[in-house]
């Protein structure tokens, strides 16, 4: 009789040796292909105009008809480094910001994984980057590398505070120059409202006065009550006269 469950055992490694292998070759596609796809994606920030300054100075070539170059000063190095480490920081910053926001967009399907593949490949750059600036300060100066950063997000935050300045100064002349215009235009309106009610006024006062001199005009007559006491007085006395005749 065949033994069935001594040929199950080989068929069983065969199998599982296939599947993995299948496996692995579907892994390494689809690294292949994602490696391959990053390569080509867009780069998440524009060109380093810093670094591409820097490096120029660092490797200046001779003018024509001189064999050497003319060495650039220590200081204008350190200089452009600055700048250098300044835009660095900047980066940093924005890549700190993106990165929450973008993975949860990115769990919630709203955006694709090529997104998400350029924001890595542009935080392993920020993170070579960083290195070659701190490479770059040692050898210009000793132990430079570890204050570097420092100095840069100083003027990072300098840069911040003059550009929030300014904004809020343009945006003060801006209010002050509306408000003259509005201080003008309710000026203009309170004196044609003012002139328009003086001519009211006076003529109300005018007829106010016609009135009352009409009121004070009223003529008394003779025999009113202040002669008529005159006259009896007049009598009494007469009588009076009369009696002391008698």
Known sequence: MVDLIGLAIPFAYLGLLVGSLATFSSLYRKRKASGSRSTSLEPWFDSHIQRNIYLSLLHLEPQPGQDKATPVPDSVLKAALLQRAAEDIRRILAIRGAKQPLSQLLQRGSVGDDLWQRFLRAEKEMEAELRDVVEEANALATNWGQTIFQSANEMVNNGTIRERVAELQAKGRADREWWDKERESISSKFMQELNGEMPARASKAASTGAGNSDEEAVPIEAGGPAAGG?????????????KGKK
């Open 230 to 242: 005159s006259t009896a007085g007049s009598k009494g006395g007469t009588v009076k006269k009369r």
